[in-house]
């Protein structure tokens, strides 16, 4: 936005009016109308070359004026509104049709997959409801079965195709979980025990002791979501257990929140991949290297879900010795809603 750019936008018309200078000048010359008086062609020049670079200058300012906003969005590579636009010339008349134009075919691609994504999510919720009929009908025909052995083996591959048809469900819901969010205040005791509860059958198959710790404390949240949450986080205690396990679960208590920790002494995670673990579709070397194939996806989500319940989600390990996952709930709540369960 600057002199050069505006003279080579006007080059045209800047050569314009010299001809036109030139050829008053010349037409003066040729019919010796000011004979023996040049001074008087020189002083019109003067006068003729003044108000043009009054003019010239006036339309400078009004132009940088005009456009120097949109030209600062585009220098910060931002998007530009049709609010910027705030004129009523013909290249603004323009912008402002491409910028409706460009919006309109935005929020119609936006209706259609937001459509698609409800249709796929409303697809997922089905299946599931559907495939936990069987999931159950399993579990009552394990209780007729007399070998014990057996019936533990079955009911243990059953648990786990539990867990992964919940994760589906949640899974398909943490890209809009915006939408399915209650902040309620809730004991965190409460929601530990219930997380302990779910996962019973798995904890006590693999020898895993809990210890409880300092939970006396209420935090703000959705118990749905933070629920799933400790259900991943309680998985993979499981899955990367040693022997002698076990999952400590303690809380800590500051001015700005409260901070529930979740320690097991389990394989741990490798230095190289603590700064990946949250990232989508990743495995780090203990999902390639255990008889549990991870899908990378479980804690990508979990991180998802406290962002967007405005929790700070951390975790700390040193390999073959421990992992300490810390959840931090404000004491504040930013929500407007909150209902005492």
Same mark, same amino acid.
């Given at each position: ?37 040049? +001074? ?34 585009? +220098? ?6 049709i609010s910027n636009i705030k004129g009523y010339s013909l290249e603004e008349e323009i912008m402002a049709y491409i910028i409706n134009k460009k919006d309109n075919n935005y929020s119609k691609v936006l ?18 409801? +559907? ?39 949640? @899974? ?70 040693? +022997? ?36 989508? @579709? ?13 899908? @990378? ?12 319940? @405005? ?31």
């Amino acid at each position: 936005m600057n002199l050069k750019r505006f003279i080579k936008e006007n080059i045209r018309s800047i050569l314009f009016n010299i001809s036109i200078v030139l050829f008053i000048n010349i037409y003066f010359l040729v019919l010796n109308l000011l004979k023996n008086r040049m +001074e008087e062609i020189y002083y019109l020049d003067a006068i003729l070359i003044f108000i043009y670079i009054c003019v010239f200058i006036i339309k400078y300012v009004r132009w940088k004026e005009r456009f120097s906003e949109l030209y600062e969005i585009i +220098e910060e590579d931002n998007d530009i509104n049709i609010s910027n636009i705030k004129g009523y010339s013909l290249e603004e008349e323009i912008m402002a049709y491409i910028i409706n134009k460009k919006d309109n075919n935005y929020s119609k691609v936006l209706d259609i997959k937001d459509t698609q994504i409800k249709d796929m999510e409303e697809y997922i919720s089905k299946w599931v409801h +559907e495939i936990k009929l069987p999931i159950s009908a399993i579990s009552m025909i394990l209780e007729r079965i007399d070998d014990a052995e057996i019936s533990t083996e079955i009911k243990n591959e059953t648990e786990k195709i539990n867990f992964l048809v919940n994760s589906v469900i949640y @899974g398909s819901r943490a890209t809009a979980a915006a939408e399915d969010i209650f902040i309620s205040e809730v004991k965190l005791q409460d929601v530990i025990k219930q997380a302990i509860k779910n996962n019973a059958f798995m904890l006590i198959r693999n020898n895993i002791e809990i210890k409880l710790e300092n939970l006396e404390h209420y935090i703000f949240t959705d118990k749905k979501w933070i629920l799933y949450v400790l259900d991943q986080l309680i998985n993979n205690s499981i899955k990367y257990s040693k +022997e002698n396990a076990e999952i400590k679960f303690y809380g800590e208590e500051s001015d700005k929140y409260i901070c529930l920790n979740i320690r097991d002494n389990g394989i741990g995670i490798a230095t190289e991949d603590l700064e990946r673990i949250f990232n989508k @579709g990743f495995t780090g070397t203990n999902g390639r290297n255990t008889r549990y194939k991870s899908t @990378g996806m479980g804690l990508y989500f979990s991180k998802k879900i406290l962002n967007k319940l @405005g929790n700070s989600f951390e975790v700390y390990s040193v390999k073959n010795e421990y992992t300490l996952f810390k959840i931090k709930f404000n004491k504040i709540s930013e929500f407007t809603t909150i209902t005492k369960m």
